[in-house]
């Protein structure tokens, strides 16, 4: 079992539709959570990060831990072109190793 | 502000010659310092990570070498390329652990051929 799954899509949403990407892990260790941004061909830049469980919100993105369930979600409002990218959630338990999924591609149609 | 710099941007190399990529970081010191890799449809894997200069600890056994000669440099090389080791590889940094969200670079793509 990988330590974070993550359904690879692709996911095709119109334009200002609402987002949910999602991820779950199996280490209940995991106290940490990230959400990246990948755009093709480039690094991945960091969205979200969420320590322990709960939400947190940053403009049209929310994201969302729910360490009961070992389930994590990110929520795009009014989604647009411009966020057509590859999503990578990401865990760590306090150390130097992040585990990354494998992302989740999304196309915004216009 | 900080910057993070990789070169070369795309890489074409036969199987067995050598590796040299480089990562250097601006604006900030004693950072954290990673090498991964990423596969088409898979995560990033972890290769290497530093806290501080000749210090690496590695995450896969391999053909691959990693070295941080100054503060801000960090260095993936190998010795003799295998095909497996064509990816995309990304230099990261970070501050502290745990907290310790990381800041990518813009990555270099080997191909092995």
């Known amino acids: 079992q990988k330590e974070v799954e993550q359904d690879p899509g692709p996911l095709s949403v119109p334009e200002g539709a609402i987002v949910s990407l999602n991820c779950t892990y199996s280490?209940?260790?995991?106290?940490?959570f990230m959400w990246y941004r990948q755009y093709s061909r480039k690094g991945p830049e960091l969205l979200m990060y969420?320590?322990?469980?709960g939400n947190k919100e940053d403009g049209r993105f929310t994201a969302q831990v729910d360490k009961s369930s070992k389930y994590i979600s990110l929520f795009i409002r009014d989604s647009q072109p411009s966020d057509s990218a590859t999503y990578l959630c990401?865990?760590?338990?306090?150390?130097?190793?992040?585990?990354f999924g494998a992302g989740t591609r999304l196309f915004v149609k216009a | 502000s900080q910057t993070i710099h990789q070169w070369p941007a795309t890489l074409v190399q036969p199987v067995g010659s050598p590796l040299s990529l480089e990562c250097t970081v601006e604006?900030?010191?004693?950072?954290?310092l990673y090498w991964y890799r990423q596969a088409a449809g898979r995560g990033l894997q972890l290769l290497f990570y530093?806290?501080?200069?000749?210090?690496i600890s590695s995450e896969v056994p391999q053909n691959l070498s990693a070295s941080r000669p100054q503060d801000r440099q960090f260095i993936l090389s190998s010795k003799k390329l295998l095909l497996s080791d064509s990816g995309f590889y990304l230099c990261?940094?970070?501050?502290?652990?745990?907290?310790?969200?990381?800041?990518f670079g813009p990555g270099t793509r080997l191909t092995v051929l």
């Open positions: 990261a940094w970070g501050k502290g652990v745990g907290a310790d969200t990381q800041y």
């Open positions: 280490n209940s260790a995991f106290q940490y």
């Open positions: 969420t320590y322990s469980s």
């Open positions: 990401a865990v760590n338990t306090g150390g130097f190793k992040t585990i």
């Open positions: 604006g900030t010191s004693n950072p954290n």
């Open positions: 530093s806290v501080g200069i000749g210090q």
